[in-house]
């Protein structure tokens, strides 16, 4: 389940090496960041979709984001996360059951959209952009690579919109050749969400068990 729930933070593209990075493409991802980053809250729509060596693809699915700087909501078909920037609820709705947890910094990064899409920051060297149309939307694609081993991903592809510097689409590719695609949409930067809205309501949720973890 954390691998996949990593690979969905990491939609949301979405740690000092410069130096060997593209400057124009480190400048692109720089206001996708800052625009993420600033934002007192961000809703987008989002379809993933996985294909393993083999060529053998696996089940899509589609969800929502709501993000309010370090907190998150992600509705998925299977589960749903909340983070209220401390404490962690995972929802799996085939089991009704909630995981209560407080994840400690290395498991925020792996779950936290704000962290990996700062990923980009540290350890990645970042190839030139290269522009291409999604949806008819011009983007450019930046290509990114790890500068050291033991990264989980061994290639990136963010595809950002030259309008508004939005992430569109990311194409990551695992070490074991697995490769995932997260797909975009309907992204508004312009909500006002109340802080509730990333803690898990036990009362909305009637007969769920709950393990608590902490």
């Keep these: 389940m954390k691998s996949g729930i990593t690979l969905l933070a990491a939609l949301l593209l979405s740690l000092p090496l410069f130096s060997q990075s593209n ?12 625009g993420f980053e600033t934002s007192k809250g961000i809703q987008l729509s989002f379809k993933t979709s996985s294909q393993d060596t083999d060529g053998n693809t696996y089940q899509p699915e589609s969800g929502k984001a709501f ?25 799996i709705k085939e089991a009704n059951e909630v995981n209560i947890s407080k994840p400690d910094g290395q498991e925020v990064a792996a779950v936290s959209p704000l962290a990996l899409l700062g990923m980009y920051k540290n350890g990645y060297m970042l190839k030139a952009p290269v522009s291409k149309t999604i949806n008819d939307t011009p983007v450019w694609q930046i290509e990114m690579t790890p ?16 309008k508004d510097h939005t992430v569109m689409q990311v194409i990551l590719t695992a070490a074991n050749g697995m490769k995932t695609q997260i797909d975009i949409s309907g992204y508004n930067a312009n909500h006002q969400f109340d802080d509730a809205l990333f803690r898990f309501d036990k009362a909305a949720h009637p007969g769920v068990e709950i393990v608590d973890l902490r």
């Design 147 to 162: 500068s050291a081993g033991n990264r989980d991903f061994k290639v990136v592809a963010a595809s950002i919109n030259k």
């Design 23 to 34: 400057a124009e493409s480190k400048a692109i991802m720089d206001k996708a960041f800052a």
């Design 67 to 91: 993000i309010k700087g370090n907190r998150f909501k992600l509705e998925m078909e299977s589960m749903n996360i909340w983070f209220d920037g401390a404490t962690q609820w995972v929802f």
